[in-house]
């Protein structure tokens, strides 16, 4: 009887060692995986699509140095502030989501991160989308230093 439940154990704690190193080597070896939203908003931005950027976007966005304001009109933004959507074509970036429940039921907020370097300092430009039951919207960018 003790031999069976030396057995089992051995049995119970080799099948728990196992999955919990399977399930590390997958937390580190996750490809890359574009989000498709994100990469039709760069491809407007590239093509200078204002009509689809404006029809996606909250009526005011966050902004990173925007006449010392944090928040401007979509049209503003997208007339003198483009150039902060812009990120080379194949450059990788991080997706966080959050669920959250918002005005309109269950809703999903996105930031899209992408790491950079000038010189020493190290600072991250994150690009927030809000999906909920009307659609997708873009809310802005920020950075972190």
Same mark, same amino acid.
């Given at each position: 009887m003790k031999?069976?439940?030396?057995q089992l154990m051995f049995i119970l704690? +080799?099948?728990? @060692? @196992?999955?919990?190193?399977?399930? @590390?080597?997958?937390?580190t070896e996750k490809?890359? +995986?574009?989000?498709?939203?994100?990469?039709d908003i760069q491809q407007a931005v590239r093509e200078n699509n204002i009509d689809y950027l404006l029809e996606i976007?909250?009526?005011?966005? +966050?902004?990173?140095e925007c006449k010392g304001e944090s928040r401007v009109e979509k049209k503003e933004f997208y007339a003198n502030y483009i150039h902060q959507l812009k990120q080379p074509e194949?450059?990788?970036?991080? +997706?966080?989501?959050?669920?959250?429940?918002g005005k309109s039921g269950l809703e999903k907020e996105?930031?899209?991160?992408?790491?950079?370097?000038?010189g020493s300092i190290k600072y991250n430009t994150i690009y927030t989308l809000v999906e909920s039951r009307h659609g997708v919207q873009f809310e802005g960018v920020f950075s972190v230093p």
């Open positions: 031999t069976n439940l030396h704690i +080799v099948l728990f @060692s @196992s999955c919990a190193n399977s399930s @590390s080597d997958e937390e490809p890359f +995986v574009k989000l498709e939203i994100w990469e976007s909250k009526d005011k966005l +966050v902004c990173i194949n450059k990788e970036y991080t +997706v966080y989501v959050n669920q959250f429940e996105y930031r899209i991160n992408y790491a950079a370097e000038s």
